[in-house]
């Protein structure tokens, strides 16, 4: 048994053992031959290593052949609308909102990544080729998800620009008299990379502030590069150069050593001192491009309209940023601020109206970069960088609030009260974030009550949405990943319903589903369209259409297997053509009925039989014992955050399947 296929063979007949022995083990058994073929010396390590490399190549040839099969195109066209009006209001907003995201679980080496990834993007078949690369994994930090994460981000922009120019030839051709007021926008691109204080206290405050300037160098030295490619001399290149060259400056600053108070004051003073190069709006740049290509001849004018929808999209960074914090932390935070925050339950009646006051109340606070050195709490530290962000670095582009663990409305008032207590109300979209069991039990009750709230109302309102995120990860390892799909499905619904029963109808649903890149996580292997149905089904986006609510979907793209999506610009404009395609956002209100829907008994009971089974797991401790003790030992790294939840407070000495983090704990499932 020296080559795959004698151990194929070999495998084949002991599979045909199992008709006599039902409870016979053919895996178990194979292993067994090959230690004795070892220990006989038919077999030597050499052999063996050969017989590993050759599997290894076979995945990898496999994932790249997987990789292009999904994103093989369909005959399709992009566009086939009947009137401007219809074209430019489909693709006037977007489609789908991508979030790049961090701790992946980089099971491919970064070499093995590129070359799959590479092959996948080749008019040839794949071959050997793409197994030529050795398996070196290097140490996975913050500042790597980091970069990883932004050139993701900057392929997928440089897709996005040639959809956009696609959208703007297309609407010359069909409306001659009409095309220069398209406005298109269909994608949107956000990241949580060093926003992401679930969890975790490994980082600081400057942290956050350092990548967000040097987001902002990045894209405005971009949006530099694209001005120039079409005329060197224009003009807003006099704004953008100085302003890319201030960014790139003060990004230098916070990433440096910040440890005494003298340097940290240096930075901060140099970061908001007044200085014409610190752009913080885009506005009128957007307005100056968007006015000259109304007479410019039309190659040119696709040319500044493309570069303008780039800008309204990203603003002042390579895209949105997602802060997270845990429910517990602003809990944490708000308890000073209600009396005998020791005892009072935040659940009671006492505390919601508490709640209700603080943010009827609450007036402004001035804040800068001392109050943020001082401050101890993490959820009020993460309020006082978004001041700091939206005050000196983009004033334009809004920051969402993702609330971990979230199972009760009070903690979302608690936010909205930091919020406008900080100045940001305006610029923050606060996001509960729907995962742990109670949470999708009771999340439909969850969203009457906070919509009744007027508070609430008034805040969705002057925001123009109403934003929540479902995790598929941490509700896949409490509930089951099937329960878990069926529960986030029927949350989604009541989102329709109780944004309708409220008079929200006018304003937009951002729902974020925070699925990865594996069946554990919610992603599906099918297809495309699967990946895309899967978190966000028909029937729950037909649910929004007629309730007559805009749908923002939003999903993310997990670092490693997520970024190989864009991991060359063949392959980003793939996916994004794809996506495209799908357009998730909206909904087919003429497709006929579906009986799992309306045989709410069967489906219910199918929902409550898995559900309990994974609640057994989730209780026994020898299964803890062997998921914990035993499984981490069998992975590679994943990504900066450690395996075990880390903590503001001292965590059971006992490690729980709640203590460790989810891609591990799927990781592990998978490799046992």
């Not at 093995?112 to 996948?120: D, H």
């Not at 890149?517 to 149905?533: K, Q, T, V, W």
């Amino acid at each position: 048994m020296k080559t795959l296929a004698a151990l194929e063979a070999r495998l084949g007949e002991l599979h045909q053992r199992t008709r006599e022995t039902p409870l016979f083990n053919p895996v178990f058994q194979l292993s067994l031959d090959l230690s004795r073929a070892l220990e006989g010396d038919e077999l030597g390590l050499d052999d063996l290593s050969a017989l590993v490399a050759e599997l290894e190549c076979d995945g990898l040839k496999a994932r790249a052949n997987k990789l292009r099969n999904l994103l093989a195109p369909p005959a399709s066209p992009l566009a086939n609308d009947d009137d401007f009006e219809t074209f430019a209001e489909r693709w006037g907003r977007p489609q789908l909102h991508a979030v790049f995201t961090a701790h992946p679980t980089f099971l491919l080496a970064s070499a093995q990544a590129e070359a799959v990834a590479l092959a996948a993007s080749a008019p040839d078949e794949v071959d050997d080729t793409v197994c030529a690369v050795p398996p070196v994994h290097t140490a996975v930090t913050l500042d790597h998800e980091h970069k990883a994460a932004l050139a993701a981000m900057a392929r997928a922009q440089d897709a996005r620009d040639v959809i956009v120019t696609r959208l703007l030839e297309e609407a010359r051709t069909r409306w001659p008299q009409q095309w220069r007021a398209l406005r298109p926008l269909p994608f949107r691109f956000a990241s949580w990379v060093g926003y992401d204080m679930d969890g975790r206290t490994d980082i600081g405050w400057h942290t956050s502030i350092a990548f967000r300037l040097q987001e902002k160098a990045e894209r405005l030295a971009r949006y530099t590069a694209s001005l120039e490619g079409f005329d060197p001399a224009h003009p807003l290149l006099a704004t953008l150069r100085p302003a890319a060259a201030f960014a790139k400056a003060r990004a230098e600053d916070f990433a440096g050593d910040l440890s005494s108070a003298e340097a940290l004051a240096a930075a901060a003073n140099r970061l908001t001192e007044h200085s014409g190069e610190k752009l913080l709006t885009l506005t009128p740049l957007i307005a100056a491009l968007e006015d000259e290509a109304q007479t410019a001849e039309p190659a040119r004018a696709v040319r500044l309209l493309t570069l303008a929808a780039a800008m309204r999209a990203d603003g002042l960074g390579m895209g949105w940023i997602h802060f997270r914090v845990n429910a517990k932390q602003l809990h944490n935070a708000v308890r000073r601020r209600l009396g005998d925050h020791e005892a009072i339950d935040l659940a009671s009646k006492g505390a919601i109206a508490t709640l209700r006051k603080l943010v009827d109340e609450a007036k402004p606070l001035r804040t800068n970069f001392a109050a943020l050195a001082t401050e101890s709490s993490t959820a009020i530290r993460q309020f006082l960088a978004m001041a700091q962000i939206l005050k000196h670095i983009d004033a334009d582009a809004p920051i969402r609030m993702l609330v971990a663990e979230c199972e009760q409305p009070a903690t979302v008032l608690a936010a909205l009260y930091f919020a406008k207590l900080f100045g940001v109300e305006g610029k923050v979209d606060v996001s509960p974030l729907f995962e742990t069991e109670t949470a999708l039990e009771h999340g439909g009750r969850f969203l009457d009550a906070l919509l009744a709230e007027p508070a609430y109302r008034a805040y969705a309102r002057a925001r123009g949405r109403v934003a929540v995120q479902t995790g598929f990860s941490d509700a896949g390892r409490f509930v089951g990943q099937v329960p878990a799909a069926l529960a986030i499905e029927r949350l989604q619904g009541r989102l329709a319903e109780a944004m309708a029963a409220n008079g929200l109808g006018d304003v937009a649903a951002l729902v974020f589903n925070t699925h990865g890149e594996s069946m554990g996580r919610g992603a599906h292997p099918a297809s495309f369209s699967d990946r895309l149905e899967w978190p966000l089904s028909p029937w729950a986006r037909r649910r929004f259409a007629r309730a007559g609510i805009r749908l923002e979907p939003e999903v993310s793209f997990q670092g490693g297997d997520g970024y190989l999506f864009f991991a060359t610009p063949e392959l980003a404009l793939a996916t994004l053509s794809r996506i495209a395609e799908q357009r998730p956002a909206e909904a087919d209100l003429a497709a006929p009925a579906d009986p799992f829907y309306n045989r709410t008994d069967v489906s219910l009971d199918f929902y409550r039989a898995v559900k309990e089974h994974q609640g057994e797991h989730l209780a026994s401790r020898t299964y803890a014992r062997a998921v914990t003790a035993f499984g981490l030992g069998l992975l590679n790294s994943t990504g900066s955050r450690v395996s075990r939840r880390q903590s503001d407070i001292n965590a059971d000495r006992e490690m729980s399947l709640r203590q460790i983090r989810a891609i591990p704990h799927n990781a592990i499932l998978q490799q046992l």
